[in-house]
């Protein structure tokens, strides 16, 4: 809950902040100062109704460029962007209550640090200063050490008591076979990230790794040999069991090919 600055003609204190929120500033003539430790600071005295304030994070960097809602004694609302500084100068129509709401969406993050194919997994953020309802965009990527990373999914989603909240699932696909005797199955090693995006405010999430394994199905050749080249280049060998089935672990992203070689 936003908290009033009392008005005092102090001089300037250390700004610090914790994440942004609700500040209630209670402006009358020419000073504002004091606060609690979402620190707005006084920087400099003018004549007339004024705010200046500046905001940090926990390591005293400004919080740049963030964009605010400022709402005036009357109800009505004012738009705007911190400083390069992390601060707010504004002359205002009059001395009264005013709440400014810094909006960031922060703390991006997977609700596992790693999943199989086919799992789901939740996405999240806070979302600071945006009402419910605001849309929403989480846009996933596959990361890529070699070429841009891939977009994989686009979310839409919104708002919901300060936070965005949804879920994901890497699905498995097969690849077009080529020949009969061919076996083709996607087999993933992943590592994905999500940016979220709400209003002009965004953040990125940390890594989540998909992993899976190379399943190899092939009834009619049950007992025989086979020769697996994967994504890599890599071959392995090995047997098919009684169903004909077998799994290869630790295999590489991408697509792996499967030769049946004898019994």
Do not use: K, N
């Amino acid at each position: 809950m936003p908290s009033p600055l009392e008005p005092a003609d102090t001089g300037p204190a250390p700004a610090f902040a914790p994440r942004p929120s609700a500040l209630a500033l209670a402006v009358a003539g020419a000073a504002m100062g004091g606060g609690r430790a979402a620190a707005a600071t006084e920087i400099s005295r003018r004549s007339g109704p004024w705010i200046e304030c500046r905001f940090v994070d926990s390591a005293g960097l400004p919080l740049a460029g963030l964009p605010y809602l400022l709402t005036l004694p009357d109800g009505t609302t004012s738009a705007g962007t911190l400083c390069r500084d992390g601060a707010i100068r504004r002359d205002l129509p009059a001395a009264g209550r005013y709440e400014l709401v810094l909006m960031d969406v922060h703390s991006a993050a997977w609700g596992l640090a790693s999943a199989g194919v086919g799992e789901r997994v939740q996405l999240s953020a806070s979302a600071a200063g945006f009402v419910d309802g605001e849309p929403a965009v989480l846009v996933i990527f596959r990361r890529s050490v070699r070429d841009a990373d891939e977009t994989v999914a686009v979310i839409d989603a919104e708002v919901r008591g300060g936070r965005v909240e949804s879920e994901w699932a890497l699905e498995a696909t097969a690849a077009p076979t080529t020949e009969p005797s061919d076996d083709h199955r996607l087999s993933v090693t992943d590592e994905f990230y999500f940016e979220v995006t709400v209003g002009e405010c965004a953040a990125r999430s940390d890594t989540l790794t998909i992993t899976g394994d190379l399943s190899i199905e092939q009834p009619a050749s049950a007992g025989s040999t086979y020769l697996a080249v994967l994504p890599d280049g890599r071959a392995r060998t090995g047997r098919l069991d009684a169903a004909g089935r077998a799994v290869e672990r630790g295999v590489p992203p991408g697509y792996a090919r499967v030769l049946i070689t004898g019994r």
